[in-house]
């Protein structure tokens, strides 16, 4: 039986120090236009459909499967899987609420077993990226998917915890019942019920005990 649900974000939450964009960017070839779009997103001065643009281009011509092989080396806090199995023993569904390309989320849910996850799409021509977007998302998005996770499962909002760090988070931050801010901005740490840094997801657990068991 799901007890609740809770929201993991990617980029800077799971993916350190960092973003799955900038590491696939690195990969591609225009690691510097996407860590100054990405740059402007945090500062407010682009939307994320802005940057998404920006970075789609950057894909055109690569294979899914050559950027599969790419985010296996992407860099990713300890924990991950432990506090994923903790999640699904404690009856607490563990989804990914993300901005990072679908094909991100896509690959952590079969490594980790995240139950599913949301995020923007890249136009395929041929089994190969176009650098067109087929669908945005955003921070608003990002809340709805997880108001829309909630609903289908059957779990009051109040049940439902969203773990992340940034900008993108502040909405969802808002809507759950336990916002927690891991290695976050200020802005986030100000709009989360707590925070906390570390380097191992496993940091949460507690947290997550306390507040929705």
Known sequence: ????????????????????????????GHAAVVRDAEAAYSAGTLT????????????A????????GFLESMPLVGGIPETVAWCRDNGL????????????GAFLCDRFGFDRAC??????????????????????GKRDFAIAVAEEIGVPLARCAAVGDSRSD??????????????ATPAAQTAAHTSITGNDLRAVIPLLSTGLL
Not at 61 to 68: D, L
């Open 1 to 28: 039986m799901v007890r609740g649900v809770v929201f993991f974000d990617v980029d800077g939450t799971l993916v350190p120090g960092t973003s799955s964009g900038q590491h696939l960017a690195e990969l591609l």
């Open 48 to 59: 994320n459909r802005e940057v998404s643009v920006i970075d789609a281009e950057g894909w």
């Open 61 to 68: 011509g690569h294979s899914p499967a050559e950027v599969r």
């Open 93 to 104: 569904l563990p989804v990914l609420a993300t901005l990072a390309w679908d094909i991100v």
């Open 119 to 140: 995020g923007p799409r890249l136009a395929l021509v041929d089994g190969r990226y176009s650098g067109q977007v087929t669908e945005h998302f955003d921070e608003l």
């Open 170 to 183: 502040l909405p969802l931050f808002g809507t759950v019942g336990l916002a927690i801010a891991f290695n």
